[in-house]
Nanobody
Framework: QVQLVESGGGLVRSGDSLRLSCVAP????????MGWFRQAPGKEREFVAA????????LLAGSVKGRFTISRDNAKNTVYLQMNGLQPEDTAVYYC?????????????????????WGKGTLVTVSS
């Protein structure tokens, strides 16, 4: 079972920064689109950011544009989500995703369904 492993979550204050990492031990996703989603308590999972396999295309949700940045290092089989200016409404479990769809640079993202692989999530809590 392929597993994506997220790390970097934690408890921070409003305005702080965090960098999330996602790695796939033992498997390469260098040819897959990668992304981040989040799910706040009582809400549905929502798209946050996606990046193409070659980093030529990225997409950010409107709510995080200008504050979050997605990047990847294929040599390290890792994707990152740099989160600056965190706000209490950013509190959620953040999930890493990988999608092998080749017909589109960002796979099926920003859709939340049809994703090939998911991580188990890392909790980000932002206090006011």
């Amino acid at each position: 079972q392929v597993q994506l492993v997220e790390s970097g979550g934690g408890l921070v204050r409003s305005g702080d920064s965090l960098r999330l990492s996602c790695v796939a031990p033992g498997r390469t996703f260098s040819s897959s689109a990668m992304g981040w989603f989040r799910q706040a308590p009582g809400k549905e999972r929502e798209f946050v950011a996606a990046i193409s396999w070659d980093e030529t295309q990225t997409l950010l949700a409107g709510s995080v544009k200008g504050r979050f940045t997605i990047s990847r290092d294929n040599a390290k089989n890792t994707v990152y989500l740099q989160m600056n200016g965190l706000q209490p409404e950013d509190t959620a479990v953040y999930y890493c995703a990988a999608d092998r769809t080749t017909s589109q640079a960002l796979g099926v993202m920003p859709r939340t369904f049809g994703i090939d692989y998911w991580g188990k999530g890392t909790l980000v809590t932002v206090s006011s």
